[in-house]
């Protein structure tokens, strides 16, 4: 079971000597260990020649069972040395679908290092169920955009998203690195759902540059706008580190806007009255500490 923790730990860090130290061993060993599941397993687990080491497609699927085996050995291991009370710890959290579903899973998985014994589950909801769930107790945690203060809430700031313009590679505006907001005007626009806060800070930015788009298709999440777009309904303002995968793969165009500063807002809710346990303030701490780490730094990914 310790050479399963030392692979699951390097398919999460992405790194040998990381997961070394996250198990007490020297590099050399669990460059060892590694080598030996490869040897009985017959082929390679991780691919060598990238940097930071990605999973073949053989160590992406014994890391998927694998993780599983190691969870349930863990919480097993756990209650049975702490007893029945002192179960492994779940913590619940809710989040808005746009929070991004890779993202989250490498916060789960460094979380997982630091506290083996307790474990996170991550449900994605419209932001008005994110609000209730956190208010109902049923989860601990909230994650958000453009965070509602109340009166039973503490919030607690994440990190900050630019928003840019996101058009079709074929699109006349995909030709320019960066854009006035005013050529905007007239535009076919897919929007967000008028119900959401994002919706309207976009409209508010708009209108105060005097900007008039002809709003074309409206959406509650960032996934269906982002394919709206690549199919020709128009263009969009959307946080900047939500476009990376489709601005790679050469789907989609990240276009600054000039002379602005429109940026979305993430923040992490909790019930004001009902304090974190040590476990949850640890998830909170990793969150916010890697948080900086992925505010958009100016740059739009070409």
């Not at 989040?95 to 474990?119: C, K, T």
């Not at 609000?131 to 039973?152: C, H, I, Q, W």
């Not at 263009?235 to 790679?248: D, F």
């Amino acid at each position: 079971m310790d050479e399963l923790k030392v692979f699951c730990d390097l398919a999460g860090l992405r790194s040998v000597s990381k997961a070394a130290r996250a198990n007490g061993l020297s590099q050399p060993t669990a460059t060892r260990v590694v080598r030996q599941l490869e040897k009985r397993l017959g082929g390679d687990l991780i691919d060598r020649s990238t940097r930071p080491l990605q999973l073949t497609p053989l160590g992406q699927q014994y890391y998927d069972g694998c993780k599983q085996l190691l969870d349930r050995y863990l919480e097993l291991e756990a209650s049975l040395r702490r007893g029945p009370a002192e179960a492994a710890l779940m913590i619940r959290v809710v989040a808005i679908y746009s929070v991004g579903l890779w993202d989250m899973n490498q916060y789960v998985e460094r979380f997982a290092v630091q506290f083996p014994h307790a474990r996170v589950r991550i449900e994605y909801l419209h932001p008005n169920q994110v609000y209730a769930r956190v208010l109902d107790g049923t989860a601990a945690l909230g994650l958000v955009s453009f965070p509602n203060r109340m009166k039973e809430l503490t919030v607690l700031p994440w990190r900050e998203e630019e928003m840019v313009l996101a058009c079709a590679p074929g699109h006349a505006l995909a030709r320019n690195g960066s854009i006035r907001p005013q050529r905007l005007n007239g535009q076919k626009f897919v929007a967000f759902d008028r119900g959401l806060v994002i919706r309207r800070k976009v409209d508010e930015f708009l209108r105060d540059r005097g900007v008039e788009v002809d709003v074309s298709i409206e959406f509650d999440n960032i996934e269906n706008i982002k394919k709206g777009i690549e199919a020709g309904a128009g263009v969009g303002i959307l946080p900047e580190p939500m476009l990376r995968a489709e601005v790679k793969a050469g789907s989609l165009k990240a276009v600054r806007l000039e002379g602005c500063h429109l940026k979305r807002p993430l923040g992490i809710i909790h019930r004001r009255h009902h304090p974190l346990n040590n476990a949850a303030k640890g998830f909170v701490g990793l969150l916010r500490a890697n948080g900086s780490n992925h505010c958009s730094n100016g740059k739009v990914a070409k």
